[in-house]
């Protein structure tokens, strides 16, 4: 099984974990930008941890035999807090970054005007930048904030098929089909998705444009979903086709629109050659 995990938050997991990935099969990721767990104070921060997205982080995950890419963004959370959106200025230089494959995450956490302007810049953004556009669909009021959210991508002229809507359940599924956008499914241990419901949603709506993801980040969760969700699926009796399309082909058909997905890259390596964490590897 072969597995391109498309939305991933590497900055907050282990070596461990880029072992254990590699070893389920996993051979490509994508980590959206995100908030850091605490609030930023200043544009610098971003600046930083971009940065990190587009270097560090590549050369940490190619040690491990992953390709790394990377969406940029202002997130829907530090949208509403003013010391934060000045990032938004800063955001084309970044875009126009090897490795950046998307603009993301972008759209909703409480829905506030704030919320509206940073969605629409950005959306603005990809379409100037012609990258497809990685959307964050709010955990509270989730019917709602697709619903406008899907009324927004309307609004800003980004074709559909050029736009990824994630974090979707039951609830929300049909209106992001109908729309023509791809959809993303994050699998959880506890809140979101697991697996099971993840299989039930595949049967009713077949695994075209769908994407699974393990989004695993700060707090409780797997990094080794995707891997669950494509035994499940065999278990269910969808053929090793099947799971290769939504494991593999389908991120790989969404985030190469972007002209940047690189899945044999060895540069990354070569970007930190005599880094500290190559000390004392064995010859």
Known sequence: MRIFDPHIHMTSRTTDDYEAMYAAGVRAVVEPAFWLGQPRTNVGS????????????????????????????????????????????????????????????????????????????????????????????????????????????????????????DHLNETTVRAVADSGCWLGFSIYPDTKMDEDRMVAILREYGTDRVLVNSAADWGRSDPLKTHRTGLAMLAAGFEESEVDKVLWHNPVEFYGQSGRLVLDDTTAADTFAGNSVLRGERP
């Open 46 to 165: 971003f600046t930083d941890y971009f940065d990190s997205l587009i270097g560090w982080e590549r050369f940490r995950a190619a040690q491990f035999g992953i390709a790394h890419h990377c969406t940029i963004a202002l997130n829907p959370k530090e949208a509403n807090d003013p010391r934060c959106t000045p990032v938004l200025d800063v955001l084309p230089r970044y875009l126009a970054k090897d490795g950046v494959v998307a603009v993301g995450e972008v759209g909703y956490d409480s829905m506030t005007p704030e919320e509206d302007e940073a969605f629409a810049r950005q959306l603005e953004l990809a379409v100037r930048h012609d990258l497809p556009a990685l959307v964050h669909t709010p955990h509270r009021d989730k019917a709602a904030g697709t619903a406008r959210t899907l009324d927004l991508v309307r609004e800003s002229g980004l074709p559909p098929e050029r736009v990824l809507v």
